[in-house]
């Protein structure tokens, strides 16, 4: 594995950045980027680029005006168009950040094939080729090399060198970049990219459906494109309120939603409902097998609070470091959700404090100097593989590897009286399960905002609103003596039954401040010593398990009404330490509306379920010595 270093940057912005130009051996920037400086500094053009079946996709160049010497290219591949179209039309920005743009690239933007301006038709997550016989087998892969071959031969005054990065689906596209890449393709950044759209990305999670964030993107990005435009051909969904619980309640059973709404427009809402379980369509779509004999310098970029991708962060750099094990293979994980790093000054989600401007530190310390090293020949102190950011103690740590070597499984088990305990139930636990009563008709919410959709800040969300319901068991452990620093994935193992035969399992990790726990703003007409932060319960990970894939996610299995089962799942990892006076606390439940949809709690298609199929169960969680219910920490001692 290789590896390399980032330069510290001490004092204020304005100097880290002065001192990082110097150090660097690159050009002093000034912070702050508008058109006018796009226009000023950049001369723009336009290219239908071929691919190798003869497919053209429209390309922006945005070359700098200077041409006393070369420059390397930054190539982002997008669904989302590439506007503003017009060779005497500019964006307000460029590139990455505002710090690149200053810095000097040659910055290509491409309409993906079927998308915007390019010809073709889309497909989502198109699936890579196992093997190309001809010209017309083509992938994202492909398209990538033959857009990065058309750019350094055509784009005058490159280096020949070339860099890919996007976030979300061009997050995707960057990762399938560098699948088989073209040899000028030196680094790459997919960030928060799409890695498996059925295990833990977007619309799926284990197998459970993602009601509001698959519903709300593909009833506006899934319709059709008549022809290539540069028209933006899709917008938001009206749904005629803002509470979203109401309106997905009111949808009722799945099925409604291409009846009432979509009317057969949204193909690939149909084709996901036609596809219920991890068969061949899903696992064409599961990129990680091909991250293999990867020769860019990659660094994958996700937020521990992003509620589409985190698993797809996680995973690209997971699997690149098992198929890869030689490539240049970097990690970067920090406080933030879907994108955050690429904008605003990520100190804070919510009510939660970070303690620093984590984006900024990202962007200066860490995004430019890897494009200016790997594109620029920039020079770079050693740095570790990974640069993490651990919540709850606020901090950052540069680590040799991700999980930490020192990082060790702890179970944590689910006791009776609502308790958590590093101890296994005995013998005679008294109180062999809890139970409650799940109905489908009034569902747990996952969140206390009235929001349309998937709320970002629901990631960290105070739960209190979740612990008083009856249909939510709550265990947690006394005050902690010492600091808990859990550092890696999460593995739930719950023995359960239910008088259904179909179940939901959810699982979150919370983090429970003391009762005196001072506000970060405090209220000055507060009564003294009141405090709004005072037992907040911080959600840290939750992650829910559709019960019929337990076993397998290809094979669903039924539940068999009140007998045991063991349902098992991982969660995407923590960098968390619950400090002294905070409690740990797991909350369990079988509803979490409407970011997962309902479970009918029988064994039947979801996607064609009737009103009739939806009944209530009543569940047990047992935690007795032979039957434990635990969750599986990685703990940094």
Request: proline share 9%; glycine share 8%.
């Amino acid at each position: 594995m290789t590896r390399f270093a980032l330069i510290r940057m001490p004092g204020a912005l304005a100097r880290r950045m002065a001192w990082l130009a110097v150090a660097a051996g690159l050009s002093p920037v000034v912070l702050g980027q508008g058109r006018e400086y796009v226009v000023e500094h950049y001369a723009k053009s336009e290219h239908a680029i071929p691919m190798r079946d003869g497919v053209r996709l429209f390309t922006s160049v945005y070359a700098p005006r200077d041409v006393s010497r070369t420059w390397p290219i930054l190539l982002k591949r997008t669904p989302y168009t590439v506007a503003p179209y017009g060779p005497d039309a500019y964006p307000d920005s460029l590139g990455p950040s505002e710090l690149c743009a200053r810095e000097g690239f040659i910055f290509a933007y491409q309409d993906v094939r079927g998308k915007a301006m390019s010809e073709g038709e889309f497909e989502n997550m198109r699936p890579i080729q196992r093997s190309r016989t001809s010209d017309q087998d083509i992938d994202e892969s492909t398209d990538a090399y033959d857009t990065i071959e058309w750019l350094v031969r055509n784009v005058g005054g490159n280096n020949g060198k070339v860099g890919v990065w996007g976030i979300s689906y061009p997050g995707f596209y960057a990762s399938c970049s560098a699948i088989e890449a073209h040899p000028a393709l030196v680094a790459v950044s997919p960030q928060a990219p799409i890695a498996d759209w059925f295990i833990g990305d977007d619309f799926h999670h284990n197998g459970a459906f993602y009601l509001p964030h698959a519903f709300n993107f593909l009833s506006s990005f899934g319709r059709p494109r008549p022809e290539p435009t540069a028209e933006r051909n899709w917008k938001r969904f009206e749904h005629g309120t803002l509470d979203g619980y109401r309106f997905f309640l009111e949808l009722g059973p799945l099925r409604n939603a291409d009846e009432l709404f979509f009317k057969g427009d949204v193909a690939f809402w149909n084709e996901m409902l036609a596809h219920p379980n991890y068969d061949d369509f899903w696992q064409a779509r599961n990129l990680r097998p091909h991250l293999a004999n990867i020769r860019p310098a990659v660094m994958t970029v996700g937020g521990w609070f992003d509620a589409e991708d985190l698993f797809g962060a996680l995973e690209t750099y997971r699997s690149i470091e098992h198929q890869a094990p030689d490539a240049t293979n970097v990690l970067v994980m920090g406080p933030w959700v879907h994108g955050g790093w690429a904008r605003g000054d990520g100190d804070r989600l919510g009510d939660v404090r970070f303690g620093e401007k984590s984006s900024l530190f990202y962007r200066e310390r860490i995004e430019l100097p890897f494009f200016a090293h790997y594109l620029k020949g920039a020079p770079l102190a050693k740095l570790q593989e990974a640069w993490m950011f651990e919540t709850g103690g606020n901090r950052w740590h540069a680590l040799e590897a991700w999980p930490p070597p020192g990082a060790k499984p702890r179970p944590l088990y689910l006791r009776a009286g609502g308790r958590l305990s590093f101890e296994p139930p005995p013998e005679d636990e008294p109180e062999p399960f809890d139970e409650y009563v799940s109905d489908p008709a009034r569902p747990v919410p996952y969140t206390s905002a009235i929001a349309i959709g998937m709320t970002r800040e629901h990631m960290v969300e105070d739960q209190r609103f979740a612990a008083r319901r009856p249909d939510v068991l709550v265990y947690q452990t006394p005050p902690l003596q010492k600091a808990l620093t859990v550092a890696g994935p999460l593995r739930a193992r719950l023995h359960v039954s239910t008088t259904g035969t179909d179940s939901d399992w959810v699982l979150k990790l919370i983090d429970v401040y003391p009762d005196d726990f001072p506000d970060p703003d405090p209220d000055p007409q507060a009564r003294p010593g009141a405090s709004r932060m005072g037992g907040f319960q911080q959600l840290v990970r939750g992650e829910a398990m559709r019960g019929r894939f337990r076993e397998s996610y290809e094979r669903p299995v039924a539940f068999r009404p009140g007998e045991l089962a063991r349902v098992e799942w991982v969660l995407p990892d923590v960098f968390h330490t619950f400090l002294p006076g905070h409690r740990v606390m797991i909350q369990v439940q079988s509803t979490w509306f409407p970011l997962v949809d309902r479970n009918p709690q029988t064994f039947v298609d979801i996607a064609k379920a009737g009103e009739e199929d939806f009944r209530k169960a009543t569940q047990r969680v047992w935690h007795s010595s032979d039957a434990p219910s635990l969750v599986e920490l990685s703990v940094l001692e």
